[in-house]
């Protein structure tokens, strides 16, 4: 975003900040609803896309760090009597003690180990949940139904994460962490020897997406009023956010969020054809990796910037 | 004393790539570090930015301990290195390439600070007007000068120089000569490794010569270029000569009429993306003859096999087999053409057997059918390998290895055969065998290209040869006149 | 918990390995040949069970006759997909190929569901439930068939790989893969013949799956990552490497099994896996590439 049009940028911003405080209360119940999911597919992708865009990490793990949260959360209200909010709160932050335990030995792994690392680590958590009789074991919980919390809460809740998620990766981006970041996402032996930890830099951005993931899950519980480790660990979560942001524009900070618009229109417009909507979904993902590997808003990033004089592109946002 | 060398060694599986290596560099002092390929210069660049640890020794900077350290954490003591083909974070900006440096490197916070330090750096560096472009859009000179600004950015009391002249032409060097003289002055310790002798001549105060990773002789740069085992490093020996011709009592006459010219090159151009190695390279390979490719490394002779195996793109020029433009070819179909080629570094198929290795050489139409009856003669060529059908080719030693990527490249029953530095790393025994075998080859009407550093040798079984220098060719001529020629040497040395 | 139901468990498991190491094989052929992490490998057996399903019915014939009908469909199928999918997707690197073969893995499992439903199906003839007692241990039948078939399919691979002229070339390709290029090979027809191969193998792994066990659209996931765990545990691309990575898991899981009680049972294999991961990150036993 070059200076010049950052008036125009803020002025949109006001705008659609606005517009979607006051929509709630004149949406039906089911719209809102989807806004709900957006929102939170936002975030989900805003928190994928810092290690998988900007560093390259590709983690198959979400659906792990969103159950934890869920769980975190639904254990907390359920026995200890949290408010939701807390729960959820307390969902992130056990996400990320999770994310710092593992992070040691997975980080060991380059590339496509990683990957496989992660999902494995996904899958041997939800078999151990599905058994694991203190959290419930194949029934899961039964939350309470809050009195007071309506779906107007759960969507500014939502929006307010998806919103903060968003910010915080344009402000990660322009600080050290970033560059750090970026720097051992292009190559990262060079980046040792700019004097870049890459270890701990991806750690700190590790904390921070499984912090937000976990936050996502535990808000979701709430939402949801009963969990299961069969839905809410399921691999679905992790597909759905790599979709999303592959196809929106993966390493961008705008890609994530169009793609978020992208996938669940999708899903309305092919709502009568379940199916068909995994398909096409799995399809999208092949093409777009085939021929179009920006994503839609990668993809029109480069279009237009080598229309301007010195062309070409960056990774900046 | 900035950087202390104590007996470093350091080993790859059977390989010693660096054999008890001392070095100490002074407070703003200049070392260069040259050696033929294969003689550890790299790996010692990387034992001291921690990149593997040593085996042995120990390696100190400003007195304190820094082998066993992590390369971040030797980078943010003060050493920067560059990278012989550049490494910089493409995605990213000029500017930001410095920054993170800046900002890692020197442990700051502020990037704005950053920003105008590393501004500055870029000024240095004439890159102040590339400072927002990405790098990926730098073309080789600027790559290179960012490669030096990346290092400067640590603000490092030690630089660490790899090739950084290499693939540059003439005045482009005398450019980057000018700013790394202009850092000397300055009072920047420096380490450089360079093949462009003049380049590395003129910047250092003092030179250190590898060679199977030891020193063979330190010295200035004056006695270096001098010194008579230098010279017996790079260019081989007189003793050399004189062998094969006894051996084998064969030794064609310079044409008598025009010979036929099996494979010729006309006006080739090419390179690496922006790096261009090949500049208008014209050269003929007549039938049945033995043609030498002579030069340093870096000069590009394997850059020329592979545009003649198409392996690699042809920006300008052709290249003819029999008469015709084999430039379309696919590198798989080139074996099926007629020419094959014995890698360098020999490039076996590590856990197959010999008779395996063997056997795939054979794999193209042409060959497939008459595999038994070569792989016969290949045994009677290296009867030392008939014993070792059926033995994983790891396990061989290296001449042994080589005879076999010898015989590997016969088995394709080619018209042309081309050999990419055979003798690297060799005993000179070894290296006899293999050069009788050659000759052999040749006897039978095989035409050879024979790609070397080893001036004399090649001379001595060649019947006539090239000398490439820094991509285009110097000097030409049957052999026996370019054994009299004394501006061999200076063709070769760049001089 | 007595010696007794621990070398049961561990015997049962050493079969069971075997009928694992046929699920893996194609798995670890295709990671070790060419670098592929193929995800799309749970549902090339899921495939293979439902072509037997159906086929068997339709024709009347036994399972292990329709398998070969099915693994020539399966050898078609895998040849076209690494050489239209795959390959050009491949010189990117692998992460777009690991992506791309997850998206395929999405496609697969939808049309799955939407031609076959939920409903969960297994392959039964007369023999399959049918168990003999060896030392007053239950051996379930298909656990034995299992068994036999792995050792003679590994026996069957291997040979390939070291008399045949293809064979030679694939692990030329394997080991150098430009190099073999310049000695003539055309490694992109090795690579597609390598998949085809995997695929066709998985076909009767999905037959054995559909015998012993039951399955639905969902069941890939689970067999990929035991196929995972496989290869890791004996080595990426060692073909004799695979069955003794499936066989100490089948020993394991077995072992396991009978002292902790079932339900952790499949938990087993991915702990260990990921244990021995930290510890060595190449594998126990293969090389690494």
Known sequence: MKVGKAPLWWGFIVLLALALIAVPHVLDRYTVFLLYLLFLNIALAQSWNLLAGYAGLISLGVAALFGIGAYAAGMTIVHLGFHFLLGALFGGVLAAVFAAIVALPIFRFRGIYFAIATLVLSEALRIFMVNWKFTGSAEGLNLPLESGTTLMWYYYVMLLVAAGATLLVVVILRTKLGMGLRALGNNEASAQNMGVNTFRTKLYVFLLAAFITGLVGGIHASKMGSIEPYSIFSAMWTLSTANTVIIGGIGTVLGPVLGAVFVIILGELLADYQTFHLAITGALLILIIRFIPAGIWGQIGKLTLARRPEGGGTDAP | ??????????????????????????????????????????????????????????????????????????????????????????????????????????????????RARAMAVLDRMGLKSKADLPTSKLGLLDLKRLELARALSLQPRLLLLDEIAAGLVETEIAELRSLILELKAAGQTMLVIEHILNFIFSVSDRIMVLNFGQTVVEGAPQE??????????????????????????????????????????????????????????????????????????????????????????????????????????????????????????????????????????????????????????????????SGRRRQIVNTLSGGEQQMVAIGRALMARPELIIFDELSLGLAPIVIDTLYEAITKINGQGVTVLLVEQNVHRSLEVADRAYILERGRIALAGTSEELMRNHHVKEAYFGL | M????????????????????????????????????????????????????????????????????????????????????????????????????????????????????TNTRSINTGYSPVGLKILGIYLPVMYLISFGLALVLVAGVHLFMTKTYLGKATRAATQDPDTAQVMGVNVRRVYAFTYALAAAIAALGGTLIGMTFSFVPSSGLTWLLKGFVIVVLGGMGSIVGTLAGALLLGVVEGVGGAIMGTGYHDLIGLVIILLVLVARPTGLLGSAK
């Open chain 2, 224 to 385: 270096i270029a001098e010194n008579p085992r230098v010279h017996e490093i790079y260019l081989g020996t007189e003793e050399d000569e004189g062998k094969a011709a006894t051996e084998t009592g064969e030794h064609q006459e310079p044409e008598k009429e025009k010979p036929v010219s099996l494979l010729a090159l006309k006006h080739v151009n090419s390179g690496y993306g922006d790096f261009q190695v090949l500049f208008d390279v014209s050269l003929q390979i007549p039938e049945g003859e033995i043609v030498g490719l002579i030069g340093v490394n870096g000069a590009g002779k394997t850059t020329l096999i592979r545009a003649i195996t198409r392996q690699l793109r042809l920006r300008g020029g052709e290249v003819l087999f029999k008469g015709k433009d084999i430039g379309s070819a696919r590198p798989f179909d080139i074996v099926d053409l007629g020419i094959s080629q014995c890698i360098e570094g020999r490039k076996l198929f590590p856990e197959l057997t010999v008779e395996e290795n063997l056997e795939i050489g054979a794999y193209c139409k042409r060959a497939r059918d008459k595999r038994q009856a070569t792989i016969e003669y290949v045994y009677d060529l290296f009867p030392a390998l």
């Open chain 3, 2 to 117: 007595s010696f007794f139901t621990i070398t049961a468990g561990a015997l049962n498991g050493l079969l069971l390995g075997g009928l694992y190491a046929v699920t893996a094989l194609g798995f670890s052929m295709i990671f070790g040949v060419m670098g592929l992490m193929n995800v799309v490998h749970g549902e090339l057996l899921v495939l293979g069970a439902y072509l037997c399903f159906f086929i068997s019915r339709a024709l009347g014939i036994d399972p292990f006759v329709a398998t070969l009908i099915v693994a020539a469909i399966l050898f078609a199928v895998g040849y076209l997909l690494q050489s239209f999918v795959f390959s050009p997707v491949m010189e990117r690197g692998v992460e777009p190929a690991l992506l791309t073969a997850f998206g395929l893995s999405i496609i697969a499992q939808s049309l799955f569901l939407f031609y076959w439903t």
């Open chain 2, 1 to 114: 004393m900035l950087l202390e060398l104590d007996h470093v060694t350091k080993h790859f599986g059977a390989v010693t790539a660096v054999n008890d290596v001392s070095l100490s560099i002074g407070e703003g002092e200049t070392v260069g570090v040259m050696g033929p390929n294969g003689s550890g210069k790299t790996t010692l660049l990387n034992l001291i930015m921690g990149v593997y640890p040593a085996d042995r020794g120990e390696i100190r900077f400003v007195g304190g301990r820094i082998s066993g350290l992590r390369t971040d954490e030797i980078s943010r003591r003060g050493i920067g290195r560059t990278y012989q083909i550049p490494q910089p974070f493409l995605k990213m900006t000029a500017l930001e390439n410095l920054v993170v440096g800046d900002l890692y490197g020197m442990n700051h916070r502020s990037l704005k600070l950053a």
